[in-house]
């Protein structure tokens, strides 16, 4: 029987931010969330998942922003009258996270902060005949208490949170397409088929996709390093951390292949030419080596490439698509200062 690790169950994938007036609405959807297969989430009033008595609140609620990779904001009159609130909000967008903004009570859009209305769209739970219904309760804090939700506006969140590269579903392990791989690869690094199994470096892999989402969004920077001692485990964290994440992402990520430079970062057996075969081959359109080593000579013929990639991906995701963001993923980069690489 075929089993299925799960990854980084230390860490709350999902922040729920919201007014300490919509308790029992914050409680629906975190049980909605769990119903759902997003169990990882992080909400203050649950004692298992949130504050326990003792907890320096402010740190504590900091703590687990940081390290998770969405915020759901639940919005309502209440939420926008809340500098706490706002302040949550704000730490968000500076800190690169995946942004929900739901609507669970009725509020004037133009009354809204316009950082929230002006780069994302907000999934109305309100409007809608066609409701679910969650009875919620957390003695004393929440009384029993029915919340219904638009059927609707759940669906377009669930949609939302996939596409968002937060799909529930975990890693498999052992890989469909490789049902003997061994854990344990010695001294190599573990690669993408291996993410079930790499763990401990969860807060650093999601601190590395809020930096590559702000870089994005940003457009001021154009490189991304992962530095450390020999033996810390970079590659693995590159191939089995970041790499198959940012492929989840497909909306806004496409990581090519990853490139080891060796002694030809262009020509190599993992190099360049042999990453951009491996991108056009999966996506049904096959080019030749020769064709690929001719385009990469000069820098025109190169982007023109990346945009046919680029082009090609989006073809898959629909019309309301944009143009994802392609990563060039080099592993020991050292390898570049040989002759080749300058």
Not at 84 to 101: D, S, V, Y
Not at 141 to 146: K, R, S
Not at 264 to 290: D, I, Y
Request: hydrophobic share 40%.
């Amino acid at each position: 029987m075929q089993k299925k690790a799960k990854v980084g169950n230390a860490m709350s994938k999902i922040f729920i931010s919201h007014s300490s007036a919509n308790n029992a609405l914050a409680l629906a959807i975190g049980r909605w969330l769990a119903d759902n297969g997003w169990d990882e989430y992080f909400l203050d009033l649950e004692p298992a998942k949130g504050l326990a008595p003792g907890d320096r609140w402010q740190e504590k609620l900091k703590a687990a922003a940081d390290r998770c990779e969405a915020v759901l904001f639940l919005i309502s009159p209440a939420w926008r009258g809340s500098r706490w609130c706002l302040a949550e909000f704000l730490l968000a967008k500076q800190l690169g996270k995946t942004i929900f903004g739901v609507l669970v009570e009725s509020v004037p859009l133009e009354t809204l902060p316009k950082e929230m209305t002006a780069e994302w769209q907000l999934c109305d739970l309100v409007t809608g005949d066609q409701r679910q219904r969650i009875l919620v309760s957390d003695d004393p804090l929440v009384p029993e208490t029915e919340v219904s939700f638009a059927e609707g506006g759940l669906s377009r969140l669930k949609l939302g949170l996939r596409r968002a590269g937060l799909d529930p579903s975990s890693f498999p392990w052992p890989p469909p397409d490789d049902v003997k791989r061994f854990p344990y690869p010695g001294l190599r690094a573990l690669e993408a088929e291996d993410a079930a199994v790499f763990f401990g470096r969860e807060a650093a892999i999601v601190r590395g996709l809020d930096t590559l989402r702000t870089i994005r969004e940003r457009g001021t920077e154009r490189m991304f390093v992962i530095l450390g001692a020999s033996g810390a485990g970079k590659s693995s964290f590159l191939r089995a951390g970041l790499w198959p994440r940012l492929k989840r992402d497909d909306r806004n990520f496409l990581p090519l292949p990853t490139i080891r430079p060796e002694r030809g970062v262009l020509n190599g057996a993992t190099g360049l030419v042999v990453s951009l075969e491996r991108q056009f081959r999966e996506h049904g359109m096959p080019k030749t080596r020769a064709e690929i080593r001719q385009a990469v000579q000069t820098p025109e013929r190169f982007e023109q490439l990346l945009g046919e990639i680029q082009t090609l991906h989006r073809s898959r995701l629909g019309s309301d698509a944009v143009l994802p963001t392609i990563l060039i993923c080099i592993d020991q980069g050292e390898e570049l200062f040989s002759a080749e690489g300058e």
